[in-house]
């Protein structure tokens, strides 16, 4: 009998190892501290993880009802009200979802049918393009304003045709760090008010939002929200990337399509954890802190580079900082990545990574949710440029 593995045709042939996974690699490699992918080096408040002990001792520990535990959908409900002035019901239109990641692809399954366009703003996160490929539709990729990161309403109106089923946009953005102001939000509920296209929000940062200003969820326009599925992730609220629970809000015919999928997609997401957030959001203190705790770390990081020549960008929201390189070096911005873990000894992400085109505007990113000493003695090296 022989042995043989059939060969795949690729339903993803272009997707390989992500830039994340290689920085970090490179990273361990080199000894490098690494600011490259996006998670913190701090452990999450213990009272999380105390809360989610007791939920495993009580017996919290088999399938929970499939959109999720009803008193963190409750939880939810409420936060999402003290944050946006807008009720969601935790019955049907509130779901718990495997992280953001899971949320996103199961939006996209639920509403895209094979040769839909989906539009996407370049730079974007890296899931988008090969969920709306596994979907069988069409990803149409619209420049964000290189420099800016502003959206161009001109150019995503113009991407708006009789297959455009939806936009999926995120404030504050990865990896640019902008955030969407509420002119930006009415400009885009203007927009699509004569269309029937659909909106996936991805508001993982929602509570880093800095310098007083206040993040514009779509659930706070009517007309946005009516079409909207919004995506949120307590692994970036709360400290735990590796717990992977998140949720997904959106008006009851959209979230009953939605949990369609989600039922044989995931079914249910870990139980302890949904009952361990659930008790821990009876406080609202930790989520409400998060904006000036971020904001203290990126006031350190940039205070830190401004005597080097790298070129500090705004950073509005989430917890990134891109900066300009072409004072320091000529080499394009993966180059100048794997030269900066390899020589100065701090990992970083070329933003050409976030393009379909590979677009290089000489812009690399440095994530700050890392411990103060993490920062400093990345600091120490990266004034040496
Ligand atoms: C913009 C954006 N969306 C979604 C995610 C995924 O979130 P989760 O870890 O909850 O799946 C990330 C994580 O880096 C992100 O940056």
Redesign the pocket.
């Known amino acids: 009998m022989t042995e043989r593995t059939p060969v795949l045709t690729s339903r993803l042939p272009t997707v390989g190892t992500t830039i994340f996974s290689v920085m970090s690699a490179l990273a361990a490699k080199h000894g490098a501290v690494n600011l490259g992918q ?1 998670f913190p080096d701090f452990d999450c408040d213990s009272a999380l993880v105390d809360a989610v002990h007791q939920a495993m001792r009580a017996g919290h520990n088999q399938y929970p009802p499939m959109p999720g535990v009803p008193a963190l959908r409750q939880a939810v409900a409420t936060k999402i009200e003290a944050a946006s002035a807008r009720r969601y019901c935790p019955d049907n239109e509130i779901t718990i979802t495997a ?3 899971q949320a ?1 692809l199961t939006a996209i399954l639920a509403i895209v049918h094979p040769g839909d366009e989906v539009i996407v703003l370049d730079p974007c ?1 890296d ?1 988008y393009v090969p969920n709306i490929a596994l979907a069988g539709g069409k990803a149409v990729r619209v420049p964000l304003t290189p420099g800016s990161f502003r959206p161009d309403f001109t150019k995503i109106a113009a991407a708006i045709g009789p297959r455009t089923r939806a936009l999926i946009i ?1 404030s504050p953005h ?1 990896p640019s760090a902008s955030v969407w102001s509420e002119a930006d939000m009415l400009a885009l509920q203007e927009l699509l008010a004569p269309t029937d296209v659909l909106l996936i929000s ?1 508001e ?1 940062y929602e509570h880093m939002v800095y310098d007083g200003a206040l993040h514009q969820s779509a659930a706070r326009f009517a007309g946005l929200a009516a079409r909207a599925f919004i995506v949120s ?1 307590f ?2 609220t709360f400290h735990v ?1 590796g717990w ?1 629970v ?1 949720t997904v809000a959106a008006p009851a015919p959209l979230t009953a399509e939605f949990r369609k999928v989600h039922q044989f997609n995931v079914f249910t997401v870990n139980t302890p954890m949904q009952h361990g957030l659930a008790a821990y959001l009876q406080d609202p203190t930790p989520w409400q802190q998060l904006p000036a705790f971020y904001q203290a770390k990126r006031d350190l990081f940039r205070q830190g580079l401004e005597g080097s020549r790298l070129k500090l960008l705004p950073s509005s929201g989430s917890y990134f900082q891109c900066v300009d390189i072409s004072a320091v070096s000529d080499l394009s911005e993966a180059d100048f990545c794997q030269w900066l873990t390899r020589e100065i000894g701090v990992a970083a992400i070329p933003l050409s990574a976030f393009y379909g085109d590979g677009f290089d505007q000489r812009v690399v990113r440095f994530c700050y949710a890392k411990k103060d000493e993490t920062l400093r003695a990345a600091l120490a090296r990266l004034r040496r440029l």
């Open positions: 996006g992280g953001a990641t996103i996160y899931s995120n990865n991805d993982v992730s692994g970036k990337t992977k998140g």
